[in-house]
């Protein structure tokens, strides 16, 4: 999958490119002709490439609408043509992408409720197999990087070679502001690991409200994603799925025209000396922090040899809560988030364990492996 530029060539025919993000836009679902018609009318401007509807809606209670079903394809087709956009659904399996194909739409994307399944993804890649047109996949609803990039490795063994990724959020129970929750680490990785591969983001299923998606959609380019699936209704109070987070058409023109689309790179020689200069500071503080943990864990494999020769637990919990709550303390005071500083230490604790089991067991104090190491 790595060699190849997927889907790049295509999105390039479509004016993708660094000074223009790639937009996807449209409603969450086509509801009725007149709808989807009024919807892509309103879209018929140089700054949309592609318009996306839902068709078969996977929605999380059977009291809710559903998609239209099938009928609404030829509607969808229709009001694309008319307005000169290309159209994209979501199909959930062979039937979908059979009555997609027959109805001559132009892109494929795979939601995230099927992303997770690899059933379906195959089925999906085998009944897609010899035809050539451009999927992009949603990340599944767990924060799982390796289930998304087994996807997209579904798709392109099976010959697609215009692969894209969308990345719309992770569910979550904990309270967020967002109805799913970015994780932008997840989408840099996988952008680190497949650098060819178009990465789009869905501000609007992240969001779930339309007060956050401006700022998603800035931060999504400013992490050099490549463009932006936004949901727009013509008149989104009255919308039958996702109404709060479809916008109508004037406000989405409004963010979209607000958005800073930066460069990776720039040529203006004192900024570039300066940013070298500041990254090498950086580089210098990285390796001072390494060698400060390394340090770290040399006293906890220290302690763990006094342990081991008083019988006594690793682990103390009154001593662990001790930890948290005062470097909590401490890095609130330092700026530092309360997530941050939480993970952090999580990481440095389970480090810390890792050294002092491993000198428990072997009484050797000088060499630690995870078992991704042995
Ligand atoms: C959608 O794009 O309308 C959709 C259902 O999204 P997701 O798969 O991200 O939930
Ligand atoms: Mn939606």
């Given at each position: 999958m790595?060699?190849k530029?997927?889907g790049?060539?295509?999105?390039k025919d479509?004016?993708?490119?660094?000074s223009?993000p790639?937009?996807?836009?449209?409603?969450?679902g086509?509801e009725s002709?007149?709808?989807?018609h009024?919807?892509?009318?309103s879209?018929?401007?140089s700054v949309?490439?592609?318009f996306r509807?839902?068709?078969?809606k996977?929605?999380t209670?059977?009291?809710s609408?559903?998609?239209?079903?099938?009928v609404?394809?030829q509607?969808?087709?229709?009001?694309?043509?008319?307005?000169?956009?290309?159209?994209?659904?979501?199909?959930?399996?062979?039937?979908?992408?059979?009555?997609a194909l027959k109805t001559g739409?132009?892109v494929?994307w795979?939601?995230a409720?099927?992303t997770?399944?690899?059933?379906l993804v195959?089925?999906?890649?085998?009944?897609?197999?010899?035809?050539?047109?451009p999927?992009?996949?949603k990340?599944?609803?767990?924060p799982?990087?390796e289930?998304?990039?087994?996807?997209l490795?579904?798709l392109d063994?099976?010959g697609?070679?215009?692969?894209?990724?969308?990345?719309?959020g992770?569910?979550?129970?904990?309270?967020?502001?967002?109805?799913?929750?970015p994780?932008w680490q997840?989408?840099?990785?996988l952008?680190?690991r497949?650098?060819?591969?178009?990465l789009l983001?869905d501000?609007?299923?992240?969001?779930g409200n339309r007060?956050?998606i401006p700022?998603?959609s800035?931060?999504?380019l400013?992490?050099?994603?490549?463009?932006?699936?936004?949901?727009?209704?013509?008149?989104?109070?009255?919308?039958?799925?996702d109404?709060?987070?479809q916008l109508n058409?004037?406000?989405?023109?409004?963010?979209?025209?607000?958005?800073?689309?930066?460069?990776?790179?720039?040529?203006?020689?004192?900024f570039?000396?300066?940013?070298e200069?500041?990254?090498?500071?950086?580089d210098?503080?990285?390796?001072?922090?390494?060698m400060m943990?390394?340090?770290?864990m040399?006293v906890?494999?220290?302690?763990?040899?006094?342990?081991?020769?008083n019988n006594m637990?690793i682990?103390?919990?009154e001593?662990w809560?001790e930890?948290?709550?005062?470097?909590?303390?401490?890095?609130?005071?330092?700026d530092l988030t309360?997530?941050f500083?939480?993970?952090?230490?999580?990481l440095?604790?389970?480090e810390?364990?890792?050294?002092q089991?491993?000198?428990?067991?072997t009484?050797?104090?000088?060499e630690t492996k995870s078992s991704?190491d042995?």
């Amino acid at each position: 999958m790595q060699k190849k530029v997927l889907g790049y060539e295509l999105l390039k025919d479509w004016g993708f490119g660094k000074s223009h993000p790639f937009i996807i836009a449209g409603p969450c679902g086509v509801e009725s002709e007149e709808q989807i018609h009024a919807v892509a009318k309103s879209l018929n401007n140089s700054v949309v490439h592609l318009f996306r509807a839902g068709i078969w809606k996977p929605r999380t209670r059977p009291d809710s609408f559903q998609g239209i079903g099938t009928v609404g394809l030829q509607w969808l087709k229709d009001a694309g043509n008319e307005n000169n956009l290309p159209v994209a659904v979501e199909v959930a399996g062979s039937k979908h992408v059979e009555e997609a194909l027959k109805t001559g739409i132009d892109v494929l994307w795979i939601g995230a409720r099927t992303t997770v399944n690899p059933f379906l993804v195959q089925e999906i890649a085998d009944s897609l197999r010899n035809v050539d047109i451009p999927v992009f996949v949603k990340n599944p609803v767990s924060p799982d990087l390796e289930l998304w990039i087994g996807a997209l490795e579904r798709l392109d063994r099976a010959g697609l070679h215009r692969i894209g990724a969308l990345h719309r959020g992770f569910s979550t129970y904990d309270s967020s502001p967002y109805r799913n929750i970015p994780n932008w680490q997840i989408p840099i990785e996988l952008k680190r690991r497949f650098p060819g591969l178009p990465l789009l983001s869905d501000p609007s299923h992240i969001c779930g409200n339309r007060k956050l998606i401006p700022s998603v959609s800035q931060t999504a380019l400013d992490l050099d994603f490549d463009g932006l699936m936004i949901e727009v209704h013509h008149d989104p109070d009255n919308a039958l799925s996702d109404k709060e987070q479809q916008l109508n058409p004037e406000l989405f023109m409004e963010i979209l025209s607000g958005l800073v689309i930066r460069k990776p790179s720039a040529e203006d020689v004192i900024f570039l000396n300066l940013l070298e200069e500041l990254r090498d500071r950086i580089d210098r503080i990285d390796e001072k922090i390494l060698m400060m943990i390394a340090d770290r864990m040399k006293v906890a494999r220290e302690i763990g040899m006094y342990k081991k020769e008083n019988n006594m637990t690793i682990l103390q919990v009154e001593r662990w809560n001790e930890i948290l709550r005062t470097r909590l303390r401490s890095g609130l005071r330092k700026d530092l988030t309360r997530e941050f500083v939480t993970k952090m230490y999580e990481l440095i604790h389970e480090e810390s364990i890792l050294h002092q089991t491993n000198v428990m067991n072997t009484g050797n104090m000088y060499e630690t492996k995870s078992s991704k190491d042995s």
